[in-house]
């Protein structure tokens, strides 16, 4: 019975960090458009207010600067997203090599994006990112089947 409530509290957990990650990125979206708002309101203080009103929407706008930058420091900050970065040095893959399976265990796996300007990865192969690096990966095997140099430079 104690697994089994450790099991839930597990699942509990890994479906939480999610939702986590968007409440964090849906509080930066609300910082953002509490800084349009008190900028609408500090120009229309300073087109039909007093002084008082443009020095206290002033006050407002800095306010609102001031909590963004502290809401995103602290999201740069959360180590979840930080997962790219592997536990060892890097090394230049060629096609053709094994890897480890901790190379390409699920943390290194990005998602498909078109941006990238690769295909989708086929039925048995992922992709992995090395550092700067993305490999597609046969996840059988651990062999390299294609090397994509430099794809998240500044990323």
Do not use: C
């Not at 104690?2 to 597990?10: H, P, R, Y």
């Not at 039909?48 to 600067?65: L, M, Q």
């Not at 480890?100 to 300007?117: E, F, L």
């Not at 992922?126 to 062999?143: A, E, I, M, Q, S």
């Amino acid at each position: 019975m104690k697994k089994m409530n450790f099991l839930t509290a597990g699942l509990i957990a890994a479906m939480m960090i999610p939702a986590a990650a968007q409440a964090q990125t849906g509080e930066l979206r609300r910082d953002r458009q509490d800084i349009r708002q008190d900028q609408r309101d500090l120009r229309h203080a300073q087109r039909n207010g007093t002084h008082r009103d443009v020095r206290d929407a002033r006050h407002d706008v800095r306010d609102s600067k001031r909590e963004y930058r502290q809401d995103s420091r602290d999201w740069r900050r959360d180590t979840r997203y930080r997962n790219y970065r592997a536990p060892f040095k890097y090394q230049q893959f060629r096609v053709g090599q094994t890897l480890r399976s901790t190379y390409y265990a699920p943390a290194y796996r990005p998602t498909w994006d078109s941006r990238w300007g690769v295909p989708r990865a086929g039925r048995g192969l992922t992709y992995v990112r090395h550092y700067n690096d993305l490999l597609l990966v046969n996840v059988r095997t651990g062999k390299v089947v294609k090397v994509y140099r430099n794809e998240f430079r500044w990323r």
